[in-house]
Structures are given as C-alpha cells and as structure tokens.
C-alpha cells in the first residue's frame, strides 16, 4: 500500500520540479529565445559588396603596438600572406574605405611613417587614391597590388571610430586560410539566462551572443577555452572569469534551439578587445541549430570590488581601492586616469615609451576593472609630481601587477608631459538611467533631478540644495559620464525643468567624492528635511571635460623655510588681515611676533586653467596693502601636534593669483597688475615668495619640540578641480626655541588630508543629528497614539 501510494507521490514532487524548472526559463518563450527588453531591431540587412569578378580579394586588419581596438597599422591579406600599406598619397578618404570594410561607421584619423611599428612581409599597395566611396581598397588607384617601392618605415595607420556600421556582417573571401583572419562582427553581449542573474547589476553570467548581419547569435562552446572567457570578461568591465554551473545550461539549451554563429573563437587570453583574436574553425552545423554536440558558450565574470553587491549594503558607497602599488589620478571618471606606482615610499609616474594596449590592460585588471579600452599618452590626463618611475615597459599581458612588467631601469630623461594615462572598461552599471539634467542650455548644465520610487511607481524630483556644493557636483558629472563639475548651484530658477519633477525627493546629500552616483552619498532617508523646498532651490550643477589640479611643490617650501622675528608695528596690515595668532592683540608695538616663512611654488599639472570662483566685480579691495582678493581663503597653513592636533595656523587670500613662471613653449596669461585677470595657466605656477605679508605661521606662542606643518590648497573646495587628494602637503618639522628645521616634506595621501577628515566628520555629524530628529519624531507619534 505504502509502495502504491509513493509512486504518485513522487510522480507528483516530479512534476512541481518541472513547473519550477519551466519558470525559471518562463521569460525566454518568446520567438528565438529573447527575453523582453531585447527587441530585434529593425536593420537594414547588410549584404557583400557586389564586386567585379577580376577584383582582388583581399582582408584587412589593424595590427601593431595600439593605443586603442579601433585603430593601428592597415594589413592586408592576399595570396596566402599578410602585407602593408604604404603612406606615400594615402589620406583620408583611403582611411574610410578601410575603416568602412573592417564594419566601423567612419575612419576619424591616419598615421603615415609607421606610426603603429614597422610591419613585416609585402607592401601591398602603394600610392593608394580613394575617393572613399569604394567597396573595398582593393578598387581604389594604386600601382598595382604587390608594385612598391616603399619601406616598411612607410607604413601607414588609421584610427576608426567606435561605432560599428548598423546590420555589418562579415564576408569570408579567404575560405582556406581563415584562421590568419582577425574576428569582425556589429556588436558583442552577456545575455543573462537564469532568473537569479537577470536582476543583477552588472550582469555577470549568461550567454555570449555576438551581432552579425543584425541578428544576435550564440557561439559554439566546441573550441571555447577561458583565454575566450577572460577577454570577453575584460571587455565588459570584468578582471577575471570563473567557472559555472554547466549543467543548468545544458537543460536551458536542449528546451530552446540556439542560433548559432558561423565560427568559433580563437584569443590568447591578453587581448584587449575580441576584435583582436583570431576566427577559429568554421562552424559544421545542421539548419544552423547544433554544433557537433556542443551548446552555447556560457561565461561567469567576477567583478572587482568596487561592483561587487554585499547582502547588507548593496554596492559599495564609495570607490575604495584595495592597498596597491598602483593608482589612477586625474581621471573624471572611476576607471580612468594619470598611471602613478608607489616604489620607496613615494608615488611617481609611468613614461609613455612603449606605452600599449597590453600594459594598460594589466594596469586595468589589477585595480579590478576589464581590460583597457585605451592606452593615453603625452600627459592627456594632466601631469604628475615626483620622479618617473617607469619607462619602456613591455608587458605580456598576464601579469598580476603593473610591477612585474619588464622595464628599462637605465633609461632616463623623462619629464612629465610625457606621462601614461589609461582608460579601463568598467562594468555597465546603469546610473546614468536615474539621474538627468534638466533645464539646462545645453546637455552639459542644468538642474539636478534624480528617479526615485514613490508609492510604488518611479517618479522624477530635485536635489534639496542645502549644503550642496562642488563635491557633490562632481558626483553628478561623473554619473553621467559628464566630466567634471565647473560649478555647483544653490538656486536653479534661471532653469525651469518639469512641473512635474519640482518636488524633492533626495535631502541632505553630503559626498566624500569618491562615489560612483549620488545615492551612494550620505542622504536622509524617506524624513526629508528641506526649507527651501525644490523648484527654483533645487539643487544645480554644470560640467566640463576638463578640470585644474594645483600641486604644491614640496621640495620648495623645504628648502626655503626659516624663522624671523619681526616687530608688531611691521604687522599691522597682517593683523587687521587676520595672519597672526589670537595673542598678538594683547601684544604691545614694541615686541615682536616669531614667524615661520616659506615660500610656496604651486603648480596647474590640469588640463584647464585655474580661475578664482568670484567673478571679477565682486574682488575685494583690500586698503592696507592696495591689493585685491579674489578667494578670501586660498591656503590653509597648519603645525599639528604628532598626534594631529592644530596647535598653530595661518593662511593665504589669493590676493594675487598669477603665473610667475611657465614651461618651455607656454605663454603666461595672468597678471595682477593694473586690475589684471587672476588665474593659472595650465604649465605655469604661481610662487608666493617667503618675504611677503602672510607667507608664515606665527609660532611665537609654541614650544620647542617636533610638529607636523601642512599646508592645504583651495581648503574649501570653491574651485573645481581633477584631483583633491594633492591638494595637501606635509613635512615634519623640528622648533629648538632658537633654530626650526623642516625635512621628509610629501603631497598626496601618506598622511590623511584634514579638510576632508573635517568634512566627513561633518557628514556623520549631520546624519545623527537627523536620525535624532526622525527617532524623536517617531516616539511622538507613538506616544500620541
């Protein structure tokens, strides 16, 4: 009896399984197994070029030491064996054709005197004429294929835009030799298969589909390895793959007829982008539903830190790098910037000789990003301070660390507008979908609404302006990809957005800086707290592609210190200024106050000129010394106590911001003279000499011992810049009462900047306070009830 009824019984359990089983695939019942959300689009179907039958056939390749997938050295195949273009009457318009027939939308650039390195084997064509509009370079006007004269110095490059020709299909000419040839499709994609990865941001595991002739197809997994995996990984922010539950797929697969690709894939593990690995084997299928037994190529990428969802917190609120011996600075967004590597305790840069694709990738996934979508050079992402502390540097790809890369020790002579910059693929984490700028004149500016849920719908409403200011503007920009803040607006009525979005709906938003989008800031919660209200108050902000970095040079202030003892009666401008201590007023004309002196050297290593906030009408003249200030506070001077307590200070109105000096080649642009324009110029510096009023802390009321002095540039964030973390410099400092000495002065982050330590102390100080107020508020409620 027991047996009878167990069999039902299981047969039964069997059945719910299965149920659970089809739901789980339940939104993959849509013709070809898409999902919604992933319309087929409607494209114009791309078709070979109808050539004439005595038309070479040729395939093109970029190759060489790129900076980027979409450009290098053109090669060409024919006959069995990959040639060259030579520059010689090569131009733009030959660059289309190139770009055209490798299925990019346009070319943007061309390179001539082997820019990309010197290639190898025939120069193909030379003295190539196209008026861009042919199928193929084959049909342009040149001497005939394999006619040359030229010399592998001559070999000529392009650089292709991003963008892929819409519905471009690749045409094998080349059946017997199509492993030599580099893999040419419209577009790549994860598509996540299994409900528990389809609401995950960033998508991480699923289908690899590639978009040829504007279909979405999968790939065989006959020939797949994980060098495939960590390359398709690395193009979608990913620094390394992991393995998966096969068998999941195997069942998805046998239930839903895949659409498979013609070839299989062949990368090495270190390429930047699957557009430089090679095609593998063509595909024997039948009806185009089977691959020798296979099923659909599946990947599972691990995201770095930064992306990776905890269960208590969700995504980090900030982007905090483990401890490495490599950073990114400069950069308006996570995932970009100037290279800089920590060797002997001081950080320094990476010289761009050699600097390729494969180095930056191993750059890229060691601070847990993809691979490097771009190498830069020249200093493109402003210039670093301190020594270069690599050069030539060859990587094979599959490093660790930037480190462990081969470098030339010995060689020398690289200045700073020669530093290395990268740009890494992150994962697509969708902030820009609920953030907008509203109102604004152009895309750049305007009023910041933020998407949030309200009553179980989204809804679009403002940013409560209190406290808003230039580092929460930089959040903005950077979320939506906009560069940098160049100003942050209290009042936003000169930029009248939707009615609809008036309401705020985000209050009491405090940023360290370092968040990817403004929800990671600090913010009340649904108690918004806001007096102004939205609307004309509303939180503003307006963005630029570029920004100023001020650097203090140390080395300066080091060499140049020393004390003097100065009479009261010398210091009456300085007092009525407020640059001597408190005590000073009880300190009768005759005596005299002890000044620590310096000078200053403070250099723009940015990419756009440093201006004062405050337009030049509303400069403040000063009587005393005849002068105007354009920042009321400009620096911060500090002695701390060992333990960092401020035990003296002084600090610096910009009565003068100008350029004093510049770099070779560079034109000073600002002059204080004669109501002159107050800036400084990218590549110039300002100095405030020792013997001016202000330049000093007034130390007469210290003791002898050991201190730490600082000095802290544009404390209060008024101007935008790319980099806040070199604002600051210290030194330690040795006072006798008769001698001082100051030695081991440094920028950037050995020691903990205090304006921002002030600055989230505030933060955390207003979100008790308002935590205080929503629990009082509560316990009212519920006594009155």
């Not at 299909?169 to 080349?174: A, L, V």
């Not at 008036?502 to 940023?511: E, I, T």
């Not at 000499?689 to 330049?695: A, F, L, N, P």
């Not at 802290?712 to 210290?730: L, Q, R």
Request: one cysteine or more.
């Amino acid at each position: 009896m027991l047996a009878a009824w167990s069999l039902p019984c299981c047969f039964t359990i069997l059945l719910g399984l299965l149920e659970l089983c089809r739901a789980q695939y339940e939104h993959l019942g849509y013709p070809h197994g898409y999902p919604q959300g992933y319309p087929e689009p409607e494209q114009e179907q791309y078709s070979a070029p109808e050539l004439p039958p005595d038309t070479p056939r040729i395939q093109l390749r970029l190759a060489g030491d790129k900076r980027k997938h979409n450009e290098g050295r053109v090669e060409v195949f024919y006959d069995g064996e990959w040639g060259t273009v030579c520059d010689d009457d090569f131009s733009i318009h030959s660059a289309q054709v190139v770009c055209r027939e490798l299925g990019y939308l346009e070319a943007v650039s061309w390179f001539p005197s082997s820019k990309y390195g010197k290639g190898e084997g025939r120069i193909w064509f030379d003295n190539v004429q196209c008026t861009g509009k042919e199928k193929t370079l084959a049909l342009c006007t040149s001497n005939g294929i394999g006619v040359s004269d030229c010399k592998h110095t001559e070999d000529v490059g392009v650089v292709c835009s991003d963008k892929r020709i819409p519905g471009f299909k690749f045409i094998n000419t080349m059946a017997n030799n199509v492993q030599s040839l580099n893999i040419q499709v419209e577009d790549v994609r994860i598509r996540a298969i299994l409900s528990s990865y389809r609401k995950r941001i960033p998508v991480t595991e699923g289908y690899v589909e590639v978009k040829d002739g504007g279909k979405w197809k999968q790939i065989c997994d006959v020939e797949w390895t994980k060098h495939n995996s960590r390359v398709i990984c690395g193009m979608f922010g990913f620094p390394t793959e992991r393995k998966y539950n096969a068998r999941v797929y195997k069942m998805f697969a046998r239930r839903r007829k895949p659409s498979y690709w013609d070839y299989s894939v062949n990368c090495t593990g270190n390429e930047a982008h699957v557009s430089s690995c090679k095609l593998g084997h063509a595909v024997a299928a039948k009806a185009n539903t089977t691959c020798g037994g296979g099923t659909p190529v599946v990947v599972s990428c691990v995201p770095g830190r930064a992306f990776s969802p905890t269960p208590m917190t969700g995504f980090r609120k900030a982007f905090r790098q483990e401890q490495t011996l490599v950073r990114l600075r400069g950069g308006a967004i996570v995932g970009e910037g100037r290279v800089e590597v920590l060797k002997n305790g001081e950080w320094g840069t990476i010289c761009d000789d050699n600097w390729s694709l494969l180095s930056a990738t191993v750059v890229c996934r060691e601070l847990g990003f993809g691979s490097a979508k771009e190498a830069l050079s020249g200093g493109r992402l402003g210039q670093g301070m301190g020594p270069v502390h690599m050069n030539e540097i060859e990587c094979s790809g599959f490093e660790k660390s930037i480190t462990e890369c081969f470098f030339n020790k010995e060689s020398l002579g690289c200045s700073h507008e020669e530093d290395a910059a990268v740009r890494c693929n992150v994962p697509a984490m969708g902030f820009q979908e609920r953030l907008r700028l509203s109102g604004g004149r152009n895309p750049n500016e305007g009023r910041v609404e933020v998407l949030v849920e309200r009553n179980g719908s989204q809804a679009w409403g403002t940013v409560c302006s209190d406290g808003w200011g230039t580092i929460e503007a930089m959040v903005v920009c950077r979320q939506l990809d906009l560069g940098f803040a160049s100003n942050a607006f209290q009042e936003t009525w000169y930029w009248p957005g939707e009615v609809s979005a008036d309401p705020v709906v985000m209050s009491g938003v405090r940023c360290s800086g370092t968040e990817m989008s403004l929800s990671q800031c600090l913010h009340h919660g649904p108690h918004l707290t806001c007096p102004k209200g939205g609307g004309r108050n509303a939180a503003g902000v307006s963005c630029s592609e570029t920004a100023p970095d001020l650097v203090l040079n140390p080395q300066i202030v080091e060499q140049t210190t020393y004390m003097e003892d100065r009479p009261m009666f010398m210091l009456q401008c300085a007092y009525e200024e407020n640059c001597l201590s408190t005590t000073s007023s009880e300190t009768p004309a005759s005596s005299h106050r002890r000044l620590l002196r310096f000078s200053s050297q403070i250099h723009n290593n940015g990419q756009s000129d440093f201006r004062p906030k405050a337009e030049r009408h509303s400069w403040v003249w000063h009587d005393c010394h005849s002068h105007y200030h354009s920042m009321e506070v400009f620096t911060h001077y500090d002695l701390l106590s060992l333990n960092g307590t401020k035990v003296a200070e002084g600090h610096k109105a910009s009565f003068c911001l100008e350029d004093t000096e510049c770099e070779e080649g560079i034109e000073k642009r600002y002059e204080c003279a004669n109501f002159g324009e107050q800036g400084i110029t990218v590549g110039c510096w300002d100095t405030y000499r020792h013997d001016i009023d202000c330049q000093w802390i007034d130390i007469t009321d210290i003791k002898p011992g050991d201190y730490i002095f600082q000095v802290v540039i544009n404390p209060n964030y008024e101007v935008p810049e790319s980099d806040y973390s070199n604002n600051f410099m210290k030194c330690r400092c040795r006072y006798d009462g008769h001698r001082i000495w100051m030695y081991s002065c440094h920028n950037g982050e050995a020691m903990v900047h205090q304006a921002l330590v002030e600055r989230l102390f505030y933060i955390r100080h207003s979100v008790l306070l308002h935590c205080s107020t929503t629990l009082l508020e509560l316990k009212d409620h519920f006594t009155h009830k």
